[in-house]
Structures are given as C-alpha cells and as structure tokens.
C-alpha cells in the first residue's frame, strides 16, 4: 500500500524559502509513469497545483509560480521535495503532495494524496 506523507515547518518567516518533503513508502517515486506532485490550498481559495516531478525526474511547474518553485527528488530517500522562496502572507495554506497515476500527466487527476501540513507565513 503506497502512502505519501509531508513533513516540514509549520512557520515560516515572509521572504524566506519554504521547504516541504514528501516521503513515499509501499512504492518507488521511479516507478513508470507516474508524477509526483504538489498541491496546495490557500485560506479561502481552492485547490492549486504547483508542480510535479515524473518517475524520470522531469518537472512542471505552474506558470504563476515557475519563478520561485523548485521540486527536487532523492530517490535513495524515496522522496521528493518543494521549495518556494521569497514567500508572503499570501503562501499561507495547507500544502498537499499527491501521485498522479498515468496514461496522461497533467490532467490533474490524483490516486493518492498525503494528509496535508499547514504552512504559515508570519513575521
């Protein structure tokens, strides 16, 4: 049974970079073909996709955060990572990393899905 679980600060101060692993156990993250993503939810607002790192290690990242995101793997940990730098109040939210099965990267459907860890930008 595959699980996913994210792990990282729970506090963040604005301008820094944020740092979240998710560490995957009962599978490998090099397993063809699937995508290893990040999600997150800001208060009031919906579902946002970040980015996503494939069982190749190529990566995608959403236009309106391609500038400050960075998803790195480490395949002898079986995890993978986000980082988002020169964070604000509004990168408050609760971050979610997520598996997407294939055929087709990128249709935003997700099989599996950690629990979730709050993330709050605060001086």
């Known amino acids: 049974q595959v699980q996913l679980q994210e792990s990282g600060p729970g506090l963040v101060r604005p301008s820094q970079t944020l740092s979240l692993t998710c560490t995957v156990s009962?599978?490998?993250?090099?397993?063809?073909?699937?995508?290893w993503t990040w999600i997150r939810q800001s208060s009031g607002k919906g579902l946002e996709w970040m980015g996503d790192i494939a069982y190749d290690g190529s990566t995608y990242y959403s236009p309106s955060l391609k500038s400050r995101t960075s998803i790195t793997r480490d395949t002898s940990k079986n995890s993978f990572s986000l980082q988002l730098s020169s964070v604000t109040p509004e990168d408050t939210g609760v971050y979610y990393c997520?598996?997407?099965?294939?055929?087709?990267?990128?249709?935003?459907?997700?099989?599996?899905w950690g629990q979730g860890t709050q993330v709050t930008v605060s001086s």
């Open positions: 009962g599978g490998s993250i090099t397993t063809n073909y699937y995508a």
């Open positions: 997520a598996r997407e099965p294939p055929p087709v990267r990128g249709r935003g459907v997700y099989d599996l």
